[in-house]
T-cell receptor, first 112, second 110 residues
Framework: EAGVAQSPRYKIIEKRQSVAFWCNPI?????LYWYQQILGQGPKLLIQ????????DSQLPKDRFSAERLKGVDSTLKIQPAKLEDSAVYLC??????????FGPGTRLTVL | GEDVEQSLFLSVREGDSSVINCTYT??????LYWYKQEPGAGLQLLTY?????DMKQDQRLTVLLNKKDKHLSLRIADTQTGDSAIYFC??????????FGAGTTVTVRA
């Protein structure tokens, strides 16, 4: 079974630029999560999708972050404009049943 | 949200047992998890325990849960160099959200 795929793996941008991350969850997994993991911290939930609907986006900084999950499969997370404090690893996870979340390798973002 | 605390570092000799501790605040937590993260990789689920259990053993891994003290521990028997990684405690609340600790970096020395 293929795991959760994410791209790109690494991204370096200047502050105020825009960036987008892509996630392809495990086939058949209805629930998809985006987490932000700042160096030295545990992952923090940004947004949760159930199929193509948003379940929880209470921790998403909506003035600069947006996310969508078209057709209930792939998802993109966008930051526009980026700030220095957005430097982190962005993890995507999916689950079929809310008990075990399967994580992708993450995208490491550096904002200069 | 849920507060989850872990010690940051653990150094252990190869072949010894490792014990990683975690405390949490939400007494209504249903599932408690241990994840492993190796450099450049995502999180890998090692094991989990349901809140009505005291202990769970899975090969070299033993999870102990003290619900009264809101304390969770992970014991790795016969620690190997491949066990060097960051270990995260995570707690699932009734709304199915996972809250993670900051992670414990385990270093295995020869």
């Amino acid at each position: 079974e293929a795991g959760v795929a994410q791209s790109p793996r690494y991204k370096i941008i200047e502050k105020r630029q825009s960036v987008a991350f892509w996630c392809n969850p495990i086939s058949g997994h209805a629930t998809l999560y985006w987490y932000q993991q700042i160096l030295g911290q545990g992952p923090k939930l940004l947004i949760q999708f159930q199929n193509n609907g948003v379940v929880d986006d209470s921790q998403l900084p909506k003035d600069r972050f947006s996310a969508e999950r078209l057709k209930g499969v792939d998802s993109t997370l966008k930051i526009q404009p980026a700030k220095l404090e957005d430097s982190a690893v962005y993890l995507c996870a999916s689950t079929p049943d809310s008990y075990e979340q399967f994580f992708g390798p993450g995208t490491r973002l550096t904002v200069l | 949200g849920e507060d989850v605390e872990q010690s940051l570092f653990l150094s252990v000799r190869e072949g010894d047992s490792s014990v990683i501790n975690c405390t949490y605040t939400d007494s209504s937590s249903t599932y408690l998890y241990w994840y492993k993260q190796e450099p450049g990789a995502g999180l890998q689920l090692l094991t989990y325990i349901f809140s009505n259990m005291d202990m769970k053993q899975d090969q070299r891994l033993t999870v102990l849960l003290n619900k009264k003290d809101k304390h969770l521990s992970l014991r790795i028997a016969d620690t190997q160099t491949g066990d060097s990684a960051i270990y995260f405690c995570a707690v699932r609340s009734n709304d199915y959200k996972l809250s993670f600790g900051a992670g414990t970096t385990v270093t295995v020395r020869a």
